[in-house]
């Protein structure tokens, strides 16, 4: 039943979508809608204007550049292009989609900075297409770095792992990616392939696929085993349980999205009965947030109560929320709810360690105090959080990679630097935003930006910069071949070996 509805919803979306492409706009319902825009990021957009990127000659521009109608996708191809400068990981541009029926017949994967070219058997394994030339160079004669700083725009300020992670994943939709450069897909397209050196190479055409012939898009095995879970379903025993192990006196946590408390409470549950029977029978600990997209802080505490020294107050985030000033309940409850708090409601300690952390505290980004809030503070108190029975006091190490985001990019950003805990994998996707999303009155598309700055400890916004590893572990190609967890076993032997990384 519940899928049924599921495709009823799809067709019915794929409907409006159809139709708002075929939409057509005049040129005074478009400068009516960007008004509305305008207003949204001027009074309402935390990022708007912080990183030096003004978006209103642009609006003018693109108003003059007008006949007298539009159609609605080009309307939100522009605005998808012009919001995503800004710097707004949770910013984004709906109700339009690019035409997208056309694709190219393989699977692309990336490996260190390489655009591996895949094909799934019949064993429903991976294997590279061509192996004496397994990378792709060139689409069309066009070097395949510059084509991948094209097609995705609305990720054009992403952390440069994560936006090259994304636009592979996308080179598959070439009819969309044409759109966006400007081009018509040819009958024929050719695409040049090279060896591990990229000094040989070798040309193959093919001919774009219609929808019976598209391929899934390549995603990591890891994250694939917890594909269509939903966040109640980690309220099942046999989907909590499988997070959970032990191995040669490594203890191990995979944390595939940051659910809340509310959502499953028996994996919270299950977290505390781990976490309590490892501190005497493991030498170590890892927690595997790779490909995380997020949700709630939630877990992130409840972990801390084992990681956090009892006797220790750590300032972890500090944010600014846009809105009215003084802010309104809704507000502040909303940043409480982050296990956010501003210094007047914190305890005399935790006020002492904000100060403190003032004092050397450089926010890349100083906002106006007229338009943003006094800081709200996310703190690890361990004396509220844990008992000194609870700590867990051996190596503690968190993988991580390009793919994760929102609160799960919160998480690496703060347990980074705590004792005892060190970062490994690749730099985070950062993010952390607070975000609201409106509907503009013509065009019915819907843009949501972020209402709050998120600083590291460091002082930079997690957007757009994520949080870099203490250790860095890359994935290989047998990885991304699905052959093996390369990064996760390279840390299991560096533990193993000596329990000190080099």
């Given amino acids: 039943m519940k899928m049924k509805f599921l495709l009823t919803i799809l067709f019915l979306a794929g409907g409006f979508i159809s139709e708002a492409q075929d939409k057509m706009l005049t040129k005074k319902q478009v400068q009516q809608d960007l008004a509305w825009v305008k207003k949204i990021l001027d009074e309402n957009a935390s990022y708007v204007y912080l990183n030096g990127y003004d978006f209103n000659p642009g609006f003018e521009n693109y108003l003059k550049s007008l006949d007298d109608s539009v159609r609605a996708e080009d309307f939100g191809l522009f605005l998808t292009e012009t919001i995503g400068k800004m710097g707004d990981r949770h910013s984004s541009v709906r109700g339009y989609e690019p035409d997208n029926s056309l694709f190219l017949p393989f699977h692309f994967a990336p490996e260190n900075g390489k655009v591996a070219v895949l094909y799934f058997n019949k064993n429903r394994r991976f294997e590279i297409l061509n192996p004496r030339y397994p990378y792709l160079k060139k689409i069309d004669g066009t070097d395949i770095d510059r084509f991948l700083q094209k097609i995705l725009p609305e990720e054009i300020r992403a952390p440069r792992e994560a936006y090259f992670t994304r636009a592979v994943m996308e080179l598959r939709d070439i009819q969309k990616n044409y759109r966006l450069l400007n081009k018509t897909v040819p009958e024929k397209i050719e695409l040049t392939l090279s060896d591990a050196t990229f000094q040989k190479d070798t040309v193959l055409v093919i001919s774009p696929v219609d929808r019976s012939g598209k391929k899934f898009k390549w995603i990591e095995k890891f994250a694939m085993d917890y594909l269509g879970v939903k966040d109640e379903d980690y309220n099942k025993p046999e989907i909590a349980e499988a997070l959970f192990s032990i191995k040669d006196s490594i203890a191990y946590v995979r944390i595939p999205v940051m659910v809340s408390r509310e959502e499953a409470p028996l994996l919270f549950d299950r977290v505390n009965a781990f976490m309590k029977s490892i501190r005497h029978n493991s030498k170590a600990l890892i927690m595997d947030v790779r490909s995380n997209g997020g949700g709630r802080r939630d877990l992130m505490y409840e972990f801390a109560r084992y990681l956090v020294h009892p006797d220790s107050v750590y300032v972890v985030n500090a944010v600014k929320q846009r809105g009215p000033l003084p802010l309104p309940e809704q507000y502040k409850e909303n940043l409480n709810s982050r296990y956010l708090f501003p210094l007047s409601e914190l305890d005399t300690r935790e006020q002492e360690a904000v100060r403190k952390f003032l004092k050397t505290f450089q926010p890349m980004y100083a906002p106006d105090n007229k338009k943003y809030s006094e800081y709200y503070f996310g703190l690890l108190n361990g004396k509220k959080l844990a008992e000194p029975s609870s700590y867990y006091n051996k190596p503690v190490y968190i993988l991580a990679n390009e793919s994760s985001f929102s609160a799960a990019s919160v998480f690496v950003s703060v347990f980074k630097g705590i004792p005892n805990i060190r970062i490994a994998g690749v730099t ?75």
């Fill in 428 to 502: 985070t996707d950062g993010s952390s935003g607070n975000s609201e999303e409106f509907e503009l009155p013509h065009s019915k598309l819907r843009v949501k930006i972020s209402t709050m700055v998120s600083f590291q400890k460091d002082g930079k916004i997690l957007d757009g910069y994520g949080t870099e590893p203490d250790i860095r572990l890359e994935r290989d190609l047998d990885q991304a071949l699905w052959k093996s967890d390369t990064q996760l076993e390279k840390l299991r032997r560096m533990i193993q070996n000596s329990g000190q990384e080099k």
